[in-house]
């Protein structure tokens, strides 16, 4: 009788099984019919993620071949892990590489909560005229050219610009800000901070219009106040958001902007300004060494991938939210 039972309940689960496979292929083909039209819309980003994004990880394979200009794409023969021996005991990598750390925490450290308070900040507001004023004003810097945006940088903390001259009216010295390293990872954070802040509270803004107002409603019956009802409404409220963009900023946390450091740095603040990507455009496009190169941004990639897994990992089993 219990094998009997087992076979009809084998059975019935293939039966199950085949039944759903075919009802949800019956369902995809019949969404893909009757939205043919917008799915077509994603043909451009698949071609464009194929051909710039996948294609080129084929590449990946000279960083375990030597590769010379006029020979074989990928390489022309096998040198196993040859290049990420020579980066490891090359000291001028770890002190980029320290540099990357230093300069992505103090970024994410500092950027990443700037556009939350600004979020809570204006959500307090209840002039709405005014609250478009600022939001306007503080999208601005994000639509500026890197290029616009490094120029005024590089403007304002010259020996006679801005700030140099403010210091002169107080009485002080004019400071050469961008010849001494010490001063280069406050410049590039404060410049980042003021591109991006703005920007950044579009989605949080977003986010704290989804938050149920009958709760603020309830809180002030029970007298809490307007701190009260910030920490245990809107912040639990849009936690969901802040963790998404966590794990992102997590994920591009070794890939510091490479253009505004291109453009501010200069060789008297190599020790504090120079940066992976930057090393990488010097090792692999001015000096030639294709495979050096393509090794050391491996490595940067393999990073910033355990980089993601681990934090979606924490925030999947701390808070409840996860990328995947």
Request: some cysteine.
């Amino acid at each position: 009788m219990t094998e009997t039972r087992a076979v009809i309940t084998e059975t019935t689960g293939r039966r199950w099984w085949r039944r759903s496979k075919s009802t949800s292929s019956l369902t995809w083909r019949k969404a893909l019919t009757r939205d043919w039209r917008l799915y077509t819309f994603l043909v451009l980003p698949l071609v464009f993620l194929l051909i710039f994004r996948y294609i080129p990880m084929v590449g990946n394979i000279i960083a375990f071949r030597r590769f010379r200009p006029g020979g074989s794409i990928l390489g022309d023969e096998w040198v196993g892990f040859y290049y990420f021996e020579a980066f490891i005991n090359n000291a001028q990598f770890w002190q980029v590489f320290w540099n990357t750390v230093i300069l992505g925490t103090i970024t994410l450290l500092i950027c990443f909560p700037l556009p939350i308070v600004l979020a809570l900040m204006l959500n307090e507001l209840r002039s709405r005229r005014f609250k478009r004023i600022v939001q306007t004003i503080s999208y601005l810097p994000h639509f500026m050219s890197i290029v616009i945006v490094a120029g005024l940088v590089l403007q304002l903390t010259s020996l006679t610009g801005t700030i140099n001259q403010i210091i002169d009216a107080f009485g002080g010295d004019a400071i050469p800000f961008m010849q001494r390293p010490e001063w280069f990872r406050t410049i590039y954070v404060s410049s980042e901070a003021w591109q991006t802040v703005g920007w950044g509270t579009i989605l949080y803004l977003a986010a704290l219009t989804t938050i149920d107002d009958q709760l603020y409603e309830a809180a002030r019956i029970d007298g809490a106040n307007r701190w009260q009802q910030t920490w245990h409404i809107t912040l639990p409220g849009i936690r969901p958001t802040m963790m998404v963009l966590l794990i992102l900023n997590i994920g591009s946390f070794m890939a510091v902007g490479f253009e505004k450091v291109l453009l501010l740095q200069n060789p008297l603040i190599y020790s504090t300004a120079d940066v992976i990507s930057t090393y990488l455009y010097r090792v692999g496009i001015q000096s030639a060494q294709f495979s050096y190169a393509t090794a050391i941004g491996l490595f940067e990639a393999v990073i910033g991938l355990t980089l993601v897994l681990g934090a979606n990992f924490i925030s999947r089993r701390l808070v409840g939210t996860s990328l995947w």
